[in-house]
Nanobody, 119 residues
């Protein structure tokens, strides 16, 4: 079982920056990706960025050039650098780890960290 703990959310003015971190504990085998999703108020959860086991990164178009995802060498921590924050970035941000094993995919989620951008 994988446990995820996010940190780094908060209240920030538009144009500001934040760094979100997610520490994974437990055995991670069959890693597919580590990533960040977000759920804005009244909306569905959406993918923000992910980094695959091979190191490939993917971003939703709305954050390209402003968000940077990275994973430490040990593969236990995934971070999200956020710059030039916009009001529409306000959301609960969730860390996600996806693994595969015996033909099944497993998704693990953190509890979420609130990011609020004031205009």
């Amino acid at each position: 079982q994988v446990q995820l703990a996010e940190s780094g959310g908060g209240l920030v003015q538009a144009g500001g920056s934040l760094r979100l971190s997610c520490a994974a504990s437990g055995v991670i085998s069959g890693l597919i990706h580590m990533g960040w999703f977000r759920q804005p108020p009244g909306k569905q959860r959406e993918l923000v960025a992910l980094v695959t086991a091979g190191g490939t990164t993917n971003y939703v178009d709305s954050v390209k050039g402003r968000f940077t995802i990275s994973r430490d060498n040990a593969g236990n921590t995934v971070s999200l650098e956020i710059h030039s924050l916009k009001y529409e970035d306000t959301a609960v941000y969730y860390c996600n780890v996806r693994t595969s094993g015996t033909g099944l995919m497993n998704d693990f989620w953190g509890q979420g960290t609130q990011v609020t951008v004031s205009s």
